[in-house]
DNA sequence: ATGAAAGTGTAGCCGTGGCTACACTTGCTG
DNA sequence: CAGCAAGTGTAGCCACGGCTACACTTTCAT
């Protein structure tokens, strides 16, 4: 596409509203893998723990929590921790993988490390299936 | 660093942090980059048109307008609308440099057009400096 | 066994970015 | 030149994701 080609305005409206939603759902895979990595390290997941890894109060953190489990993604009951239910598991699973992914292609691509974990940390929401696929095929042949 | 190696909280923290404050520039950019380029292949730029191209209702466009002129990028006078600042022209100049630059990434690893292009229009906000410098060089050295 | 510290939960505020509904310009057309 | 359609602007609603302040459990040490 020519640089002052414009898309179609249908093309171009959707492209815009699918990077809106996407957006909508970053919050709830940070919280699902950041829970799933606390639930495997430490044994459980606390809101105030999970408050100070992402920089937020806990008040923020239990709200997020709330959302979560309205989303079907986890369970928590009162002054007991946080857990997550199979969906929510599922979730930070592909989370996961596909976080390792995007950081492994940036340092392929000769990003130092520190920027290539910072920004696969907003990177990673916005990268679709298909982008997925090809980053494996890139690091296969590597 | 290995898979259930947490890193430190504050680290964390602060990349998550900054994932979240890039998220708040990043409508900004979109409306900088489309306005230019209105203005570039329409010669003007009306709420209503940044509106349909975006998805979104010509009542949330103009508030984003609002916001672009609080924030010094762009001028507005009711009902002849909306042109760029000198701050506004160079932001949505680095934005269209950053955007091409990582569809053009995705693409020499091979993912298909389109869902590069609507990959990009999320990541574009996420690349840092470094992240671009390293792109930059890969294109180079294909 | 009790009392303080740490953690948890709730309430209520703010700004953002969506929306619809309604009012008002503008500008074209007949 | 009158009137209507299109465009513009404003008001007010909602959900979200931040926050602080305050109240209530739990837990652990004395």
Excluded: C, N, W
């Amino acid at each position: 596409m020519a640089p002052s080609d414009l898309p179609a305005e249908p093309t171009q409206a959707r492209r815009f509203g699918k990077a809106r939603s996407a957006q909508s759902t970053a919050l709830l895979e940070d919280y699902a893998e950041l829970i799933a990595d606390l639930l495997a390290g430490e044994g459980e997941a606390r809101p105030t723990d999970i408050a100070r890894r992402l920089g937020v109060s806990h008040a923020t953190a239990i709200k997020a929590i709330a959302r979560l489990k309205r989303e079907g993604l986890a369970t928590a009951r009162p002054y007991r921790g946080v857990f997550l239910t199979d969906a929510g598991m599922r979730l930070a699973e592909r989370v996961r993988v596909r976080h390792r992914l995007v950081v492994d292609v940036l340092v392929a691509l000769g990003v130092p490390a520190e920027a290539a974990e910072q920004d696969a940390e907003g990177i990673e929401h916005h990268v679709s299936d298909a982008t997925l696929a090809a980053f494996s095929r890139f690091l296969e042949h590597l």
